[in-house]
């Protein structure tokens, strides 16, 4: 089983996690929710045209409302320019201006009507426009128009700060409210949306790249779920980037992916780690395969980088001594699941070893203990926004100094004795599957009580040319290597290991995994080592999409991504 972001080119990764099936009496409900649903967006499609005819003419506060492409002198000097995440009980009875989007309106009477106003993320509050005579004056007008503005237009307010009568229970800003004495459009949205924020917010359970027969090219359909909005499929999201990037659940993924990427290079950089930046073109197909992609390159062919990690050991030879990066990883695999991607993001990190390979081991089960915990701590809010629409168990963490580490064998056994019957004779010498992995992983959970565990010594025919052999194996005929994968929830998320340094024993292990040493690309890492001394080294790497994922028990992969390419998908 090869490394995330090392995987050889004729390694298949792990297998297909299929998407819910929807039954025909869904399939029934979720028409009828359609229809109705379109009958809701014709309705307010109306009732935005008729606000559209409002004029502002002879409106006593026709200056305090309307379509504006800048607001540059509009607002009263004195009024705070604020964010809804900034708010506090300190602002009450102050007078802001605040730029949002209008998630919701409903109207109350001819002078009175509620919009909901939503910015960063999940943080909304309640706004309240209310005709009164008095300066600064609101219109009934003006209330008719502002509970007419098209969701998801953006809007700039001015407005008192002040607290409802009883909390707010639908805005995150839950004790306070904004009194609206202006509104001004400055990018008005259309009528008819091509998915809802309700839509957008719900979980996605059609994952497949695949247009239905009878839909229409540029919409999907749209799978009832039990909450009152239908549930759009991954298609209708991507489709419709913009919504699908607002709603909070998309915008916490997304700021939790940032913290992965912060708190992998601070622990890195604290114990001595340079980062380096490994190129994204490249003159040869990388380990000799052929799951690549190819492109013109002045007359000459190149391919797109399928890893970093010749560079990351071209950087230990070059006496770098310890190297990490973050960067761009292709695969030209034809895997159409919601686990695969052709694009995604490799962090991987290269070391030199100066007794044992498991330096290296330790370095990389700290770094990921430490971005597990550290999210479990920093990212507390985004992490429970995500499980209130994609439910999952806590992760379990091993407690310090009781990190669960098995060889390949040890796993095997535990799988042959504790694990499912049919497992009951699974070999020592092949390479686990897709559904051995989970049920080990179910094993490993009841007897450990951790969902983080650590497999080492693979046996050779799992492993890459350049993986290390170990040396005692050698002597007793069944060759294991130095080598290593991390699991979380009973999927593999880091693969690494020792690598060969001795150009004598690397040239000698490429032969024998069928590779010509005088190839392309191969020849030239080769080389290296022929070059000067390297000194023994080891490393990992994971991808930075699957971590996120695997660790929100997310149902595909795609979502933990910012624009998931997949082979049927470049857009957008």
């Known amino acids: 089983m090869a490394e995330p972001t090392e995987q ?3 390694e298949q990764p792990a297998g297909e996690q299929p998407a819910a099936p929807t039954s025909k009496k869904g399939a029934k409900k979720a028409e009828a929710k359609a229809k109705k649903e379109a009958l809701k967006a014709a309705r307010a499609a109306e009732l935005a045209a008729a606000a559209a005819k409002v004029t502002l003419e002879d409106d006593p506060a026709q200056d305090n409302y309307g379509n504006k492409k800048t607001v540059s002198g509009l607002f009263s000097k004195d009024a705070e320019d604020i964010e809804i995440r900034n708010l506090n009980d300190g602002h009450i009875g102050k007078t802001v201006v605040v730029r949002a989007w209008i998630q919701n309106s409903r109207v109350q009477s001819a002078k009175m009507g509620f919009v909901e106003l939503r910015k960063g993320g999940n943080w909304n509050i309640q706004g309240v426009v209310m005709a009164s005579d008095e300066a600064p004056v609101v219109s009934r007008r003006m209330v008719k128009w502002i509970t007419g503005i098209n969701l998801e237009s953006f809007i700039a307010v001015e407005a008192t700060v002040k607290q409802p009568l009883e909390p707010v229970k639908s805005c995150r800003v839950s004790g306070l409210e904004l009194h609206i004495t202006k509104c001004y459009v400055l990018a008005p949205a259309p009528a008819m949306l091509g998915m809802t924020m309700a839509a957008a917010s719900q979980p996605i359970v059609n994952f497949s790249d695949e247009k239905a027969a009878t839909e229409e090219p540029d919409k999907a359909p749209e799978v009832a779920t039990e909450s009152n909005a239908p549930s759009a499929s991954m298609l209708t999201h991507l489709d419709n980037i913009a919504m699908h990037k607002r709603a909070p ?9 940032i913290q992965v990427k912060r708190l992998f290079r601070s622990y890195l950089e604290e114990r001595g780690f340079k980062e380096f930046e490994p190129p994204a073109l490249i003159g040869a197909a990388s380990e000799g395969g052929g799951n690549v992609f190819r492109l013109g390159y002045f007359g000459e062919e190149a391919f797109l980088a399928q890893s970093p990690q010749f560079y990351k050991q071209f950087e230990i030879a070059g006496g770098r001594e310890r190297v990490f990066s973050i960067s761009p990883v292709f695969r030209a695999e034809n895997s159409n699941t919601p686990r695969h991607m052709t694009e995604f993001t490799g962090l991987d990190l290269e ?7 498991q330096e290296v081991l330790l370095i990389l089960e700290g770094v990921l203990l430490s971005i597990f915990r550290g999210l479990q701590e920093k990212c507390a809010e985004e992490i429970e926004t995500v499980r209130s629409v994609y439910y999952s168990e806590p992760l379990l ?3 310090p100094g009781k990190e669960v580490r098995l060889t390949f064998a040890e796993a095997q056994k535990l799988l042959r004795e504790e694990g499912p019957a049919e497992f009951a004779n699974v070999s020592d010498d092949e390479d686990m599957s897709t559904a051995q992995e989970k049920a080990l992983g179910e094993v490993v959970r009841k007897k450990f009580k951790t969902d983080f565990y650590v497999i080492d010594k693979f046996p050779e025919t799992a492993r890459p040319f350049y993986a290390k052999i170990d040396d005692e194996s050698k002597k007793e005929g069944v060759k294991v290597t130095n080598a290593y994968d991390f699991f979380i929830r009973g999927q593999e998320v880091l693969s690494g290991g020792q690598r060969i340094h001795d150009p004598v024993e690397l040239e000698e292990r490429i032969k024998a995994k069928g590779v010509d040493p005088k190839s392309d690309g191969i020849k030239e890492y080769l080389a290296v080592f022929q070059q000067v001394g390297v000194p023994p080294h080891g490393g990992g ?11 929100l028990a997310l149902p595909s992969v795609h979502l933990a991504a910012y624009y998931p390419r997949t082979p049927k998908r470049l857009a957008p």
């Open 8 to 10: 050889t080119p004729t």
């Open 541 to 551: 790497g994971f991808g930075l999409d699957r971590v996120v994922a695997w660790f």
């Open 351 to 357: 070391m030199e070893i100066k007794d044992s390979y």
């Open 397 to 399: 963490l091993p407690e």
């Open 249 to 257: 659940i998309q915008q916490a993924i997304m700021d939790i992916r």
